[in-house]
Structure formats: C-alpha cells, structure tokens
C-alpha cells in the first residue's frame, strides 16, 4: 500500500486530499481506512510524506520538506544530514531547531530565496525545524537543583539548551537529593520558548560517589551493561574450541608463521598476518580476518543484539563489546597457540607494493605468536633474530611501500597521536600517554586498508548487495571557510578543491607550531565517515573502493561484508539501507560516550589539582595569540587552553595584531607563536569543556623572552585536544 500511496501523491494531476478522499483514489473499501491510516501514519513519521493543516496529505518534497538527523553543536546551532544523500547540509539557526535534540530525526523547512544576480553555489542552505519524526534518546542524564517552587535539572549534555522540570521521586528505589546525578525521562515538549518536563526515573547518586561518572555516562548513551540470557545461551551452546568437523571446506594454513599486533591491553584480536617472499620481485601476503559469521548466524539472538550495539564501545575504564566476551575474548579472537576459523584475503603483491592478484577464502590458522605495538617497534628498530621477527622487518618493507603509493596517490594524512588516560583501582586518572602512529601501528594498517579494498572490489565486481564505508567529497563552501582561517594566521593555501593543494598544506602544516590545530579545523571541515549501500568512495584515503571487513568482533559492518562475500545474504530481517543507516547512528553514540567517559575523568584529574597545594606544572606551547590572551598545547594532558590576560599578573601585555605576538609595557618580555612555556591549570568548566591555565612562576618572573629574545627550538607541533580523529576513516 505504502507504494501506491506515493504513486498517488507523486501524480501531476495530485490534488491534497484527506483519507476518505485517499480511500477514492486509491479504490479501497471503506472499512480498510484503519489500515490506511496506520501506513499514512508510517509514512508521515519516516518523513517521505507531510500533512497539512487541513489534514490532507502531500509528498514532502513538493513542500521543500527535508527529512533528516540533526546535530547540534555547543553554541545550539543545528545541522541537518538529510536521509537523502544527494542533498547537501542544511544549517538550522538556533531559534530555528524547535523542541529538536542532537541526534533526532526531523523534518526541516528549507529557506527558499530567489535566484538573483548574486545567488553563489557556496551559499549555505538554512532551514527550520517544523517537527520531531523520531527522539534519538528520550532518557536525559543530568544534576537535580532546586528552585524557588520547584525541582529541575541541568543536562550533563551541553547541547541540551533546557533545563528539565520535574516532580519529586517517587518508586525509584531510593531518595533524590540535590546536587546528585539522575537519569530523567522526557515527557512531551511542544514549544522550545518553554522548559520541558520529565521524571526522574533513576538516581544515580552524588557525583563524586565512586562509579557514578561513569555510570552517568551509560545511562546518557543508553549503552547496555548485560548481555540478554537467551545470547549467553546461544554463545555458551557453540562451544570453547575448533571442532575438526569445522575445517571442511577450508585452506588448512595452520603451518604459516601467523602472528597478530595489537595493544598491549587488548583481548578480542580481530586481524592475524602472514607475509612470505615467492621470488625475487614478489611477495604472499595472507591477511586473516576472525570468522565471526561461522558462529553468528542471521536471524539469532546473537546476532539480533550484535546488530542492536552495531559496535563495540571502548570506554576509558571498560569495554561495552558487540559480542559476548566466550567468542569476542575466546573463540572468535585469534589468540595464539589455538587454532581459530578465519575469512582469509591472500595477495600477490609486487617488490612495488603492487597487487598483482588476490584470493578469498575460508581458512584455519594457528597463530604463532602475539605481538604488541611497543614490541614491534622494538624489534624494526634492531636486527631480526628469528624468522618471524625477519618477517616482520620484510613487513614493514613492504607496508612502507604500499604506504608512499597511497600518499602518492592522492591519500591524505589525518592522523594524529592517540592519547590513553592510564586509571588506578579506583578510577581516577594516574597517567596519560600518548600513542604515536608509528611504523609498528603503519604495518597492519596498511595490510588492513589493503584488504577492504580488495573486498570492496569484489563485491561490485559481483554486484552483491553490501556495505560500504563511504566518506564523502567534503562541502566546497566549508572547504573555502576553512582556507580563509588559514589564510588568517598568514599561512599560504591554494584552493582546497584540489587534492594536491590539500596534501601541500597538511605537509606544511606538519612543520608549524600553530599546524596541529589547524589540521583539526580541516578534520572539522570534512563530512563524516559513515556506512552506506552506494560505493560512494572514500574522499580521506583516495580510494573509489572501500568497505569495512577487517574487524568483525567489534563491528557489525564487517559481519554483514563477510556474509555478503562469503555467504550471498546479510540477513533475513532488515533492510541493508536500515542497517547501514543504524550502525552509523550506533557508531556516532559510541564515539561520543568514548569522548565523554575520558573527559569526566580527565576533569575530575584537572579539579583535583586546583585544590592541591602543589600544582602539576606542565610544559607547553603557544599555538596562537589574540587580544584578550593565548591558547596552549599542553602535551602532558593531552589538550589546549586559554592563558587569559588576566592571569599575566607581573605585567600588562599589549598585543601587536601586525606580528601576532603580547609584549609587556614594564618588562619588553613577548609572548608569541611557537613559544615554550610551563603552566599550571587554573580555571576547570567541565560542562563547558574548557580548560583555562595560568603561567608558572619561575625565579619570581613570567616565562616568556625578552624583545631581544631567542627563537623557539621546537620542531614538531603537538596534539592539542584530547580527542580521537580516526573516525574519518
């Protein structure tokens, strides 16, 4: 029916009518107008149809009706991602977003303006929200307070502009006081001119209580911390071990020297390698991939949870897993010592790095040992001392290579160091440190990359239905804002539109001190990675053919391409345009609870020291100087700050706009760009996420240099946020 009624609603001669005139139309018998209510109600809701106000129905699209999720950012601006991906971004003003919250799908009004003399192709698309067609989370986390009347609380979620009335607690097993953390339920909201209304449903007590920071951070995300009874049933009934009725079928490659690299913390090794020299110009490399759809089969409960989470999620303190840990952590990892099932992608590669010619197919293997990064690093960076250890020298070789072919041909370089906040027994931070993107990390990346876009090709070789990681051609009109803030902090850039400018400004930027944030904004200036049906390519990487198959145990995504290479189906229940549209939602929540776990305990780290008699001071970097004070890289916390003017007590600075730089009127000391500087945290806004420092003392004066200074010795910028930035990819 749904189809008919579009067809109707898609007709020149379409009048809008309402549902006994529908029932004409569509030559229904009167007593079917239920059901045809019930499909007009599904249409309206997924936003492919509207209804006016006289109750008659038209296609949205001849309404400039554009459906879509929103994000909003911090300052409560909005943006649309339509559900049709032709469309570009739509921009929301605030007091345009309605009742919307961050994530929501909704309909959106587009701003028609007429097409003058002046109209550009760079003008940004704005438009309102004029209805909620699904809330993304419906339970908010925040802290209750109390007013003169009544009882109200503050979203932990800054992009949530409202404070929540409610009632007093009641039945939620013990008492809400003020000041402690609740997880509240959402009640309607008609108008964003008023505060909305809920109730409490959960008190998840003090905020400093121990386990509530992150327990805060569960709830707000909705992520599940147990698997349901029927999954662990159906993991426990698999089993523990390879069974010999399992190999048939299979390449028996359990004599190749097989070993894996990951973290040192991980336990669910998803990837194994192998690499051997056939002739004198040419190399076998076997990438091994977990057989995760041997065990999860389409239609199960394992599998119907699997889809459900779309993803693992790493928080700073736990792993919330895709999968129950009996296959994630045993039978599915590729532990070594054990034989375990993989999906195999072998490859004839060139001395080049050039793939001469590739096969899939279901394997055995019996990993022969398991190596972390830093042990890795280790053994590249001295001779071998063994066969495997000179295969991994050979590796790395040819990863290089494959690696400069890519950059060569038009890849980008957007990674950044990864920073890992170390906690004690208790939970709180006792140390951060940062992951570099070194060689060690670079062998199997590049093996990775290898072998989704080796399956990538395949599959549209085949034209089987899948999907694909896409990450889109960026927005010219955001690429053109971004080059005009380069432009202001006086560093040369070309049109970003073309991929070789791009990579001359990353390489220039990479030798800057200002460079690291400045690459960030290019990050923030991208559109987003995401999963779609359409091999749309992969805008960061400069690859026409990509897809995600490397990391079944923590990716639903991958599971789904293992079916489709392998097995011709994904799956009996849903869509693969549903799927692929759920785990990019599934992913986004992930990211941003992995985000939000590390700053609530990054920032208790921070206001602890604000009440210490000794403060930890750090070295850091002057990335940039304006006129009210100067933003920091602060390495050791593996963020940026503000040292505002206020803060600079021994002098008054003036800023000089033609050099970018603070001199002091007494003391002639400067403060500029690339300067090193040690400071100590002085200010902490956790719901803002700023962080402000001060400058510390040393002999009694503010470090800086003098007029007739010296120039800064740093060679390298540093990372400047305490963020992930591979979610490009």
């Not at 953390?181 to 108008?191: N, Q």
């Not at 759920?582 to 992930?590: A, G, Y």
């Amino acid at each position: 029916m749904e189809e008919q009624i579009l067809r109707l609603l898609g007709r020149r001669d379409y009048a809008p009518a309402n549902v006994p005139e529908l029932l004409r139309h569509l030559r229904l018998a009167p007593q079917r107008q239920q059901e045809l209510q019930g499909v007009l109600r599904r249409l309206e809701q997924s936003g492919r149809i509207a209804r006016t106000k006289g109750n008659r129905y038209i296609q949205a699209r001849e309404a400039d009706l554009v459906p879509g999720r929103i994000r909003i950012n911090r300052q409560g601006k909005g943006f649309l991602q339509p559900d049709d991906p032709a469309l570009q971004e739509i921009m929301i003003p605030e007091e345009a977003t309605s009742t919307a919250l961050h994530e929501d799908r909704v309909l959106v009004r587009r701003d028609v303006r007429p097409k003058g003399l002046r109209s550009g192709q760079l003008a940004q698309e704005t438009g309102a929200v004029i209805r909620i067609l699904e809330r993304m989370r419906t339970q908010i986390v925040g802290t209750l307070q109390q007013g003169r009347k009544f009882l109200y609380v503050i979203p932990d979620d800054p992009r949530t502009p409202h404070d929540i009335y409610v009632p007093p607690a009641r039945d939620v097993g013990r008492p809400a006081r003020v000041g402690d953390k609740v997880v509240v339920e959402l009640r309607e909201w008609e108008s964003r001119h008023t505060n909305p209304e809920g109730e409490i449903i959960e008190v998840l007590g003090a905020p400093d209580d121990e386990g509530v920071d992150m327990l805060s951070v569960l709830r707000q995300y909705n992520l599940p911390l147990h698997f349901p009874k029927e999954v662990l049933h159906e993991a426990r009934a698999i089993g523990t071990a390879v069974s010999p009725h399992e190999l048939a079928g299979r390449e028996d490659c359990r004599r190749q020297p097989v070993i894996t690299i990951d973290p040192d913390d991980a336990k669910d090794f998803d990837d194994a390698i192998c690499l051997q020299q056939v002739s004198p110009g040419q190399w076998k490399l076997w990438v091994h991939i977990a057989d995760v759809s041997h065990y999860v089969k389409p239609g199960t409960a394992l599998d119907n949870e699997a889809r459900r989470r779309g993803n693992s999620t790493y928080l700073v303190d736990r792993v919330i897993p895709m999968l129950p840990e009996a296959l994630s952590n045993e039978l599915c990892s590729l532990k070594p010592d054990v034989d375990r099932l993989t999906k195999c992608v072998e490859f004839l590669v060139s001395n080049e790095g050039r793939v001469l010619r590739t096969e899939f197919y279901p394997a055995v293997i019996h990993s022969q040992r398991r190596f972390t990064y830093r042990e890795v690093l280790a053994i590249l960076q001295r001779k071998p001392n063994d066969r495997i250890e000179q295969m991994l020298h050979d590796a790395n070789m040819l990863a290089q290579r494959i690696r400069r072919s890519r950059f060569k041909a038009g890849s980008l370089d957007l990674d950044f160091p990864e920073m890992k906040i170390r906690l004690d027994d208790r939970g709180r931070v006792t140390r951060i440190e940062k992951v570099e993107n070194d060689v060690s990390h670079q062998l199997i990346e590049e093996f990775m990359l290898l072998a989704n876009e080796a399956v990538a090709g395949r599959l549209m070789s085949r034209n089987v239905p899948a999907i694909y990681r896409v990450h889109e051609e960026p927005d010219e009109r955001r690429l053109q804002e971004y080059r005009e803030e380069v432009l202001s902090h006086h560093v040369p850039c070309a049109s970003l539109t073309r991929r070789q400018e791009v990579q001359k400004l990353l390489q220039k930027l990479d030798t800057m001190p200002i460079g690291a944030a400045l690459k960030i904004g290019f990050l923030r200036s991208l559109m987003r990675a995401r999963y779609a049906i359409e091999p749309l390519g992969h805008y960061g990487l400069a690859k026409a053919k990509y897809t995600h198959f490397t990391s079944p145990i923590r990716r639903y995504a991958d599971l789904v391409v293992h079916r489709a290479l392998f097995q011709k189906s994904h799956g009996p229940t849903h869509s693969l345009k549903e799927t692929a549209e759920h785990i990019s939602d599934t992913e986004r929540n992930s990211a941003d609870a992995e985000r939000d776990s590390k700053d609530v305990k990054l920032y208790a780290f921070l206001k602890a020291q604000l009440k210490s008699a000794k403060p930890i001071t750090y070295p850091a970097l002057v990335t940039d100087v304006r006129n009210f004070g100067f933003f920091v890289d602060v390495p050791g916390l593996a963020m940026s700050g503000l040292v505002h003017l206020s803060f600079l007590e021994d002098d008054f600075y003036l800023f000089d706009s033609e050099r970018s730089q603070l001199i002091g009127r007494r003391t002639r000391r400067m403060i500029r760009l690339g300067d090193k500087v040690r400071v100590q945290v002085a200010r902490v806004d956790s719901f803002k996420k700023q962080v402000d420092f001060r400058l510390a003392q040393e002999g009694g004066t503010v470090p800086g240099r003098s007029a007739k200074g010296r120039e800064s010795d740093l060679k390298r910028p540093r990372q400047p946020v305490a963020r992930s930035h591979r979610k490009w990819r």
